[in-house]
């Protein structure tokens, strides 16, 4: 029996991805840029480098 391999998600995720490259184009590091992919993709670990709100 074969099963269509379905890449629905990981294209949600590369929609995703450049939709918040488009809104980065000001951030002036590469690292800024990253922490928006982090922010903006929900439920990803974030790194330890970033800044908690309470």
């Known amino acids: 029996m074969k099963v269509?391999?379905?890449n629905g998600a990981v294209e949600g995720l590369?929609?995703?991805a450049k939709v918040i490259s488009h809104?980065?184009?000001g951030y002036r590091?590469?690292?800024t840029f990253k922490l928006a992919l982090y922010?903006?993709?929900?439920?990803l670990p974030?790194?330890?480098l970033t800044h908690?709100?309470?």
């Open 39 to 43: 922010h903006g993709m929900g439920k």
């Open 29 to 31: 590091t590469a690292e």
């Open 23 to 25: 809104r980065a184009y």
């Open 46 to 48: 974030e790194p330890q």
């Open 4 to 6: 269509p391999i379905d």
């Open 52 to 54: 908690k709100f309470v």
């Open 14 to 16: 590369n929609n995703k």
